[in-house]
């Protein structure tokens, strides 16, 4: 089972940019299924993006065009770059890693972080 832990988060104005790093322990990251999760306040945890070993992603309609997740194998590590902020982003941000692409984009299973707190105000 590998471990996650997510970082980069922060207080950031309407408009800006925060990159989110998530670090994954283990010797073969490059088969995990990797995801990006929020939850916002008083609302359900919901996917944002997910990415396959081989690099295929997806993203939610909500972040299309402004979030991109990347992944670099030899670092054991995901990226979501978040541009183009808004308050609505303000949420808990958490890292998900699964061998399986359908249990990460369900989000009912596989590795957890602890989460980041990303909080978009002026």
């Known amino acids: 089972q590998v471990h996650v832990v997510e970082s980069g988060g922060g207080l950031v104005q309407p408009g800006g940019s925060l990159r989110l790093s998530c670090a994954a322990s283990?010797?073969?990251?490059?088969?995990?299924?990797m995801g990006w999760y929020r939850q916002r306040p008083g609302m359900q945890r919901e996917l944002v993006a997910a990415?396959?070993?081989?690099?295929?992603?997806d993203h939610a309609d909500s972040v299309k065009g402004r979030f991109t997740i990347t992944r670099e194998n030899g670092k054991n590590t995901v990226y979501l770059q978040m541009n183009s902020l808004k308050p609505d982003d303000t949420a808990v941000y958490y890292c998900?890693?699964?061998?399986?692409?359908?249990?990460?984009?369900?989000?009912?299973?596989?590795?957890w972080g602890q989460g980041t707190q990303v909080t978009v105000s002026s």
């Open positions: 998900n890693a699964d061998l399986s692409y359908l249990t990460v984009v369900q989000g009912n299973g596989g590795s």
């Open positions: 283990g010797s073969i990251f490059r088969l995990y299924a």
């Open positions: 990415i396959t070993g081989s690099g295929n992603t």
